[in-house]
């Protein structure tokens, strides 16, 4: 079982960048999956998330209006779009599958970082 988020990359300040969450060895529609992220010397934090069905999206405060969480369960990904990006933003991301019931997050992607310069 794998999650692979997409790379990230450098921006300037009000720009935009997609990350993208793939799974292997799992269906995602049996997940919801979440965002999280963790800036230098802060506690990671989450970000957003999204139903197993895609019917419901949580996002934390300082990024509604933002960015935006949506699924492709055919391609068995989910998507994190990230406007009018800010230094605030700058940290690594990750993404997680829970299990749908579950309060746990089961499984993990790799950290891909995401630098805003202002």
């Known amino acids: 079982v794998q999650l692979q988020a997409s790379e990230g990359g450098l921006v300037q300040a009000g720009g935009l960048l997609r990350l993208s969450c793939a799974a292997s060895?799992?269906?995602?529609?049996?997940?919801?999956i979440g965002w999280f992220r963790q800036a230098p010397g802060k506690e990671r934090e989450g970000v957003s998330c999204i139903s197993s069905s895609g019917g419901t999206t949580h996002y934390t405060r300082s990024v509604k209006g933002r960015f935006t969480i949506s699924r492709d369960n055919a391609k068995n990904m989910v998507l994190l779009q990230m406007n009018g990006l800010t230094s605030e933003d700058t940290a690594v991301y990750y993404c997680?599958?829970?299990?749908?019931?579950?309060?746990?997050?089961?499984?993990w992607g790799q950290g891909t970082l995401v630098t805003v310069s202002s």
């Open positions: 060895g799992l269906t995602l529609d049996d997940y919801a």
């Open positions: 997680g599958a829970k299990r749908r019931g579950e309060h746990e997050y089961e499984y």
